[in-house]
């Protein structure tokens, strides 16, 4: 099977980790230079999709697997004859034993266990909302994290030991916004909040002041 895989080298090589090395892997940085890899039997993985990239797909009829860590982008679906699935590009949440996908369209169940099955993975349909289900809840957890420093409740180190004596967790909220980054929390955080104005997803002040530093210093 071909994997077309449009974002960065990271985001290529997690795909590669998580579908093996048994499919034969296409890869543009750009949406311009995605168009020419494009066949029917194509399976892409769109790590960069925004609302000014949908022509690429008006006429294709393969398999899309849009990022929704950021947005739904329902607008997409009525434009082509692509079969779109959405799923959570942000670091980590690719490379896991289930792949969570989100269905824009209910009667295009069966067409993803026809491709999980060409994938080789396991996978949990969940409702479609920005950064599904996973992805939310460890950056809510992060964000409560940032909550506790920031109230001088407790140091990082020590929320981090907390989290993974008491909970088990494989790492701390600290730890997991390293390996996640801290802007695609916010970024993550900030479209939730957007899209449902629950306070839960509000941002700390402190993880939004840190996710500034850190775009403004790259």
């Known amino acids: 099977m071909e994997i077309l895989v449009i974002g960065s080298d990271t985001n290529l090589i997690e795909c590669r980790k998580k579908f093996g090395d048994q499919h034969q892997y296409r890869f543009a940085e750009n949406h311009a230079r995605a168009g020419e890899f494009l066949k029917p039997e194509t399976i892409v993985f769109d790590f960069l999709v925004t609302e000014h990239h949908h022509q690429v797909y008006r006429d294709f009829s393969g398999v899309v697997f849009l990022d929704v860590s950021r947005n ?43 491709t999980a ?57 600290f730890e997991w916004c390293e390996r996640i980054g801290i802007k695609s929390v916010y970024e993550l955080l900030r479209a939730v909040y957007e899209n449902t104005k629950d306070d839960r997803y509000k941002v700390c002040d402190l993880l939004e002041e840190e996710a500034s530093y850190f775009t403004q210093s790259r």
């Open 72 to 114: 739904m982008w329902t607008e997409m679906v009525g434009e082509s004859t692509a079969t779109f699935f959405g799923f959570c590009g942000l670091p980590t949440f690719l490379n896991r034993e289930i792949l969570e996908v989100s269905l824009f369209k209910s009667l295009d169940k069966d067409k993803l266990v026809e």
């Open 117 to 173: 099955s060409v994938l080789t993975t396991k996978f949990a349909v969940v409702d479609h909302e920005v950064g599904l289900i996973t992805a939310r809840v460890i950056c809510m957890i992060i964000n409560e994290a940032y909550f506790a420093i920031q109230e001088n409740i407790a140091s990082r180190n020590d929320v981090d030991l907390a989290m993974k004596l008491g909970t088990n967790y494989p790492f701390g909220p």
